[in-house]
């Protein structure tokens, strides 16, 4: 599969699925709740996850739950930490975006958090493909940090 980058803003990259979802063992985060959303940030590349780790934490509405460096990383992490929004990098050395999507959806039992693809190289096959392994949404990497967690909070938040 081919992507190339686009410059979609978050609105017009991300998704959310339909209803809530507590009986397929997602998190029931209360309707308009003021308390903070715990957030994995999962990215390779040291730089962009300090990056987003630094807009997490000044963000109100979130609170850091820690972080990984790949997806095997980021699989112990959920299990260990049980944060309740992962931001997952797509194109990771290990174990990409999607396999780590794949193997969570397909957990038993499942992990209740939402998870909110970042990544540079999105195209409509790559937002599908999150879709159907369970991501509740995909952002583009060239959105502002800001406009990333305000994003993934709605998500988490639905």
Do not use: W, Y
Not at 1 to 6: A, L, Q, R
Not at 56 to 84: C, H, K, N, W
Not at 143 to 153: D, N
């Amino acid at each position: 599969m081919t992507t190339t980058p686009t410059a979609l803003h978050a609105s017009a990259s991300t998704f959310a699925r339909g209803g809530r979802r507590g009986d397929r063992g997602r998190r029931l985060l209360a309707e308009g709740s003021d308390g903070a959303v715990t957030v994995l940030v999962v990215d390779d590349n040291d730089v962009l996850r300090r990056g987003m780790v630094r807009a997490v934490e000044r963000d109100a509405g979130m609170e850091l739950a820690g972080e990984a460096d790949g997806g095997e990383a980021a699989l112990a992490a959920i299990e260990r930490l049980q944060p309740d929004l992962v931001l997952l990098d797509f194109q990771m050395p290990d174990l990409d975006g999607l396999a780590v999507l794949r193997r969570l959806h397909h957990a038993d039992p499942r992990p209740s958090c939402r998870i909110v693809l970042v990544s540079s190289s999105l195209d409509d096959d790559v937002e599908r493909a999150a879709r159907d392994a369970g991501a509740a949404g995909c952002i583009g990497k060239d959105t502002p940090r800001t406009q990333i967690c305000a994003e993934a909070l709605r998500l988490a938040r639905q």
